[in-house]
């Protein structure tokens, strides 16, 4: 267990549609960090937020959204849905602003019918 | 930005024999390059890093190299298990104080066979 906690473990939904995951860092961690992982795909790394700003972006499209809280816990948004978007997605964190190692969490299996 | 392009995809070894795998990455300003395990239906989790300050480090069967002139590193696990069968991504990023964003390789699925 690493310490990082993701909801919902499991997603169903339409295409078309808005979802909301959610993410809770490592104690003490400042840094958070969403990824998208496709079916036989690597890790594609969408954004970075460290202590409420974002610090970092990746190729995260303009239907995705996320944000940082003040008690450190994140949230990615995913609007208008498409079958593409079905996916597993990761958060992971750490201490620093990006340095050392990233600390994952279960994921988030989003399927998109 | 940075480009990471990781060999082989696949990789079947029997046990007892050495796996390689290599990554070259394309931003020299890359500084930090670690490699995390997945195995099948579980988180990514970092098994061995290296800055770009020295060239090899080692952790018991498994060891990393990185050549910066070339802008490559390799993972290298001798004396293969059935255990170490998963999915291996390397990572190259740039740390600084502010920010640091990982760009991963597309993966290698190593298959170790008893």
């Known amino acids: 267990d690493s310490g990082v906690t993701q909801t919902p473990k499991h997603l169903i939904t339409a295409t078309g549609q808005r979802v909301t995951l959610r993410c809770s860092p490592r104690s003490g961690d400042l840094s958070v960090y969403w990824y998208q992982q496709s079916l036989d795909q690597g890790l594609q790394f969408l954004i970075q937020?460290?202590?409420?700003?974002?610090?970092a972006k990746g190729n995260i499209l303009e239907r995705f959204s996320a944000q940082q809280f003040p008690d450190l816990h994140s949230e990615l948004n995913l609007s208008s849905l498409e079958l593409g978007d079905s996916a597993l997605y990761f958060c992971a964190s750490s201490v620093g602003q990006g340095k050392g190692e990233q600390y994952f969490g279960p994921g988030t299996r989003l399927t998109v019918t | 930005g940075e480009n990471v392009e990781q060999h082989p995809s696949t990789l079947s070894v029997q046990e007892g024999d050495s796996a390689v795998i290599k990554c070259t990455y394309s931003?020299?300003?890359?500084?930090?390059f670690p490699w995390y395990k997945q195995e099948l239906g579980k988180r990514p989790q970092l098994i061995i890093d290296?800055?770009?300050?020295?060239g090899e480090k080692k952790d018991q069967r498994i060891a990393v190299t990185l050549n910066k002139t070339a802008k490559h590193f390799s993972l290298h696990i001798t004396e293969t298990q059935p255990e170490d069968s998963a999915v291996y991504f390397c990572?190259?990023?740039?740390?600084?104080?502010?920010?640091?964003?990982?760009?991963f390789g597309a993966g290698t699925q190593v298959v170790v066979t008893p």
């Open positions: 290296i800055r770009s300050n020295v």
């Open positions: 990572a190259a990023s740039m740390e600084t104080d502010s920010w640091g964003k990982f760009q």
């Open positions: 937020y460290y202590n409420g700003e974002e610090r």
């Open positions: 931003d020299s300003a890359s500084n930090y």
